[in-house]
């Protein structure tokens, strides 16, 4: 194995549901030296081995090190140890033979009745295993990465068999109570899809819980945490482990992604959310990226959306309502008057008592506008977004007033009619909505591997489950995932003998790929192979691996240039069954290498070669999919496929962010490329007379991954407010990010 030399800078893991703001994050990368400050620092870092050297020999090694502090040592869902001590002597410790990565402690925060027997959680209750069981999941131990569970819940009390502590280290994975705002219900949420027995009944009712509390007060935690939570799933041997959690960076290497590999080598069927940062390509986070693991983005159940309209004749326009969590109903029926007010500061909303206010997203917090229009005597709020797309967030507190948002452009429409504060009437009726892509699910690819994200869909908006002492409906691909993670127990009680890699086969080979409003296919790097369908996924009995097709990136810029994929067939049913791959339709510069059909009798498998043939010439830049089809006798099986030609479109530079230093006089600013640049600079402009000021950084080339660099205040322009504009150039293409810098 060659050696990777990399240092992984602290990055904020977001919560995959609307419960948190949304944080940038960061990603492993191969970086040079860290600039000297002359400072020295503690770190905590995991340290990434080779191969098993054992505890003695590790502790034998640190005594070079007097300044680090062994921590811990991980012997299964990765092979190494963490440390704490200077960074200087972190630094030197990379250099050390047998060290693959040194990756800095991260901080990690806590990313139904309706949806299950939508995605056929009912029907499958008259399906039995071989004991003659009804499906339930009954026997399956599923283990829950989260901020613990509220196992004193009556919907829950069945399920929950124990679990860890990693954050107070004992074995009481309660949530976090009594602590005010650092009260969580994230993991009680996520339980309740999967296993709820009670007033509400989750996907898989007799699963056994298994609970690992790696994110404390707040819904924070750190790598240490969730490796350790996932080397203790992995002992405790749990059949499925679920984390509803993840960043924003696109990479499919960092420590939790590799780890999940490991517990799926180890006979455990992991399943992580895709991650809420879409409707954009290229937006999908780790764990999201991890190759084995399966990866979720969110659908919409059946819903009954509001939607406003205001307008006369031609100049009628409806505007479709987000509710945001946290909010009572949405249930006018009626028309009602409405009324503009500006940020929803409180001098802003005038004349609002028993009205519906618009306001403006930005500068105060959603709970602030809402309470603001609550005291005005509102009936109703209304907020549009400050930049282009729809948006979903969350309120602190309940509030008696519903809550909902719209996009920009209809949210500026009907400002310009609500002019020197006369109200307006507006109308709201309901339609039905339902296996749309959510705008929030990320989509991929994946950035490197060029691997499809998310793997499938399932219901992620509006999903009522358990919380401390009650329920709650929450959105995200948080929600997302446990549905799968109790459809996977579903299928490992029907066929407790199955892998993995069968399982998640069963469940793309089944599902359903989602159209467009204009009928046109989702493509794959946004819904994987579509909603799943667990009664038709426990009927399944053909398995593939892999479930997806991925020929990476054709870089020949004349000829012909052809790449193989290994496909592996098994026929698990009770038959001979006949198998014809069926070339797509035709595009043009695309030749497929099929096999010619093939008989499997019961429990045989065959490995085939899937060619594809590009002509680069006839192909643009970009990512190129579509789905293969495998005839299984008259049933259609689709097999999701990619490739990508040259350097496609996905941004060149992400992430950037700038503030002051841990030290005092230093300042930081971090930034992620995936596949590093060409050039990359950082430049800097007065931002009333946009003089150039200088260069914050830059580089010729750069590596990849992230940057991450503390900037003396001696070496920065005299203090001011400046415009920064970061860029970086790679294979034809540069992109740019532009910022606004306060140095005081």
């Known amino acids: 194995m060659s050696k990777l030399r990399a240092i992984i800078l602290t990055f904020s893991i977001i919560l995959s549901s609307y419960l948190l703001p949304i944080e940038k994050g960061f990603s492993s990368v191969i970086l040079p030296p860290l600039p000297d400050t ?73 990313v139904l009745d309706e949806s299950v027997p939508y995605i056929g959680g009912n029907r499958v209750r008259s399906f039995f295993d071989k004991k003659h069981r009804r499906i339930t999941g009954k026997g399956v131990k599923v283990g829950i990465i989260d901020t613990g569970i509220d196992y004193t819940h009556p919907d829950l009390q069945h399920a929950y068999k124990g679990g860890k502590d ?37 996907v898989a009712p007799e699963a056994e819980i298994y609970a690992y509390r790696a994110l404390g007060p707040g819904g924070s935690g750190d790598t240490e945490q969730v490796l350790a939570a996932i080397e203790s799933a992995i002992k405790d041997e749990v059949d499925v482990l679920n984390l509803s959690l993840g960043n924003d960076i696109n990479g499919p290497d960092l420590p939790i992604s590799l780890a999940l590999n490991k517990a799926v080598e180890s006979g455990i069927v992991a399943v992580t959310s895709n991650g809420n940062s879409g409707p954009a390509v290229w937006t999908v986070g780790s764990p999201g990226t991890s190759e084995k693991a399966i990866s979720v983005g969110a659908s919409t159940p059946p819903l009954k959306v ?124 309901y339609k039905k909505e339902q296996d749309r892509l959510a705008d929030f699910s990320s989509r991929g690819p994946v950035t490197v591997s060029w691997n499809i ?53 069963a469940l793309m080979s089944t599902s359903k790929p989602l159209n467009k409003s204009n009928q046109q296919l989702y493509h794959t790097y946004e819904q994987g192979a579509g909603r799943i369908q667990i009664d038709e996924a426990l009927k399944a009995d053909t398995v593939l691996q892999p479930s997806s097709l991925s020929f990476g990136m054709y870089t020949k810029r004349d000829g012909i240039e052809e790449h193989h994929q290994t496909l592996i067939l098994e ?23 099929l096999p010619q059909s093939f008989m499997l009798k019961p429990g045989e498998k065959k490995e ?58 230093t300042y930081r600013y971090e930034m992620y490329l995936p596949r590093g640049a060409e050039e990359f600079g950082i430049a800097l402009y007065d931002v009333d007379s946009l003089r150039f000021a200088g260069f914050l950084d830059w580089s010729r080339p750069a590596a990849s991954g992230l940057t991450k660099k503390t900037i003396m205040k001696k070496d920065l322009p005299p203090n001011g407010i400046y415009k920064a504009i970061i860029f970086a150039r790679r294979g034809g293409r540069e992109d740019r990010i532009e910022k606004t810098l306060l140095i005081e």
């Open 38 to 110: 002359g400072e020295s620092k503690k770190v905590t870092v995991v340290v990434t081995m080779d191969q098993s050297i054992g505890k003695d020999k590790i502790v034998k090694l640190l005594e070079k090190y007097p300044t680090l502090n062994l921590r811990n040592v991980y012997s299964i869902a990765l092979d190494g140890f963490s440390v704490q001590g200077e960074r200087s002597e972190v630094e030197r410790l990379w250099k050390e033979n047998n060290i693959q990565a040194v990756s800095e402690v991260s901080n990690y925060h806590a």
């Open 166 to 202: 990693l954050v107070d280290d004992d074995a009481d994975p309660m949530e976090t109570k009594n602590q005010g705002e650092l009260d969580t219900l994230h993991g009680t949420h996520v339980a309740g899809i999967i296993a709820a027995n009670g007033k509400l009944r989750g």
């Open 608 to 665: 085939v070669r899937v060619g594809l043939q590009v002509s680069p010439k006839k192909l643009n830049k970009g990512v190129y999919d579509g789905y293969l089809a495998i005839m299984e006798g008259s049933k259609k099986i689709s097999l999701p496929y990619l490739y990508v030609k040259e350097e496609p479109n996905y941004p060149r530079v992400m992430g950037f962010e700038f503030g002051k230093g841990d030290q005092a006089s």
């Open 571 to 593: 026929n698990t049913g009770n038959s001979r069954r006949r198998y014809t791959l069926v070339v797509p339709l035709r595009e043009k510069s695309l030749i497929w290498d």
């Open 306 to 429: 509001p939607v406003m309209i205001y307008g006369l004749g031609a100049g009628k326009y409806q505007s479709n309502l987000s509710v945001l969590q946290g909010s009572t109903k949405w249930n006018f029926t009626f028309s009602e008057d409405i009324t503009y007010g500006g940020l929803g500061k409180e001098n802003e909303i005038k004349n609002a008592k028993d009205k519906i206010v618009l306001l403006e997203r930005g500068v105060l917090t959603f709970q602030e506008k809402v309470t603001n229009a609550e005291r005005a005597g509102a009936k109703g709020v209304i907020i549009f977004n400050n930049t282009n797309g729809s948006f979903t967030g969350s309120l602190e507190k309940e509030m008696k007033i519903p809550v909902a948002s719209i996009i920009r452009k209809d949210g500026l429409r009907l400002k310009n009619e609500l002019v020197d504060d006369v109200s307006k009437k507006v109308h709201f009726t």
């Open 453 to 505: 994200k998310p793997d499938l869909l399932a219901p992620g908006v509006e999903i009522n489950s358990t919380i401390p002492n009650g329920y709650m409906a929450l959105a995200g691909t948080s929600m997302s995932a446990p549905h799968v993670a109790g459809a996977c127990a579903l299928i490992l009680q029907k066929h407790p003998d199955w892998t993995p890699d069968q399982v998640k086969s």
